[in-house]
């Protein structure tokens, strides 16, 4: 599977203050993730990530060239994303967008289907997988065997009702 070079990390809500910060929902892991990225684009546009304060599950970002509340203004609604490039992920994770798509087979290499999407619930993400039918697969390790994002297979352990 083809990696995109650019990952949605999150959507510009408002602004915050009037020295123009901005106040970005992170779709990442965590706001303290997104803090370590050098730049940013948003809306399609680098900008460099000057600061962010984590605030619950927010960014606070100052960035380079928005320097008024006018400026964060114009920035609302747009979503951020990130160069790949600008991290280093630890072996064995993976951005869930390289997972989308991939094939998931059973124990025995059967195929059970395409993964589709991945809900993000309180307790732990759900993976959709659709085949023959739809599949709900909380993606914890009793179920979840073996994930190779390179490969772009998911190998799964099902149960009845699954």
């Known amino acids: 599977m083809e990696k995109q070079q650019y990952i949605e990390a999150g959507r510009v809500t408002n602004t915050h203050g009037v020295a123009g910060e901005v106040k970005i929902e992170v779709w990442l892991d965590s706001p303290q993730f997104l803090r370590r990225f050098p730049r940013v684009f948003v809306g ?29 203004m114009a920035l609302k ?12 992920l630890p072996k064995g994770t993976f951005f869930v967008q390289d997972i989308l798509g991939a094939s998931v087979v059973d124990e025995q290499g059967r195929e059970i289907g395409k993964l589709t999407d991945v809900l993000e619930r309180p307790a732990q993400n759900i993976y ?28 799964v352990h099902l149960i009845e009702g699954m």
């Open 77 to 88: 609604g747009k979503t951020v994303t990130v160069d790949r490039n600008d991290v280093h």
């Open 128 to 155: 959709v997988v659709q085949g023959e039918t739809e599949h709900l697969i909380p993606a914890v390790p009793e179920f979840i065997l073996k994930t190779d994002a390179e490969a772009g297979v998911v190998t």
């Open 44 to 72: 399609g546009t680098e900008k460099k990530l000057l600061s962010g304060k984590v605030q619950k599950s927010f960014l606070i970002a100052k960035l380079e060239g928005v320097d008024d509340v006018n400026a964060a």
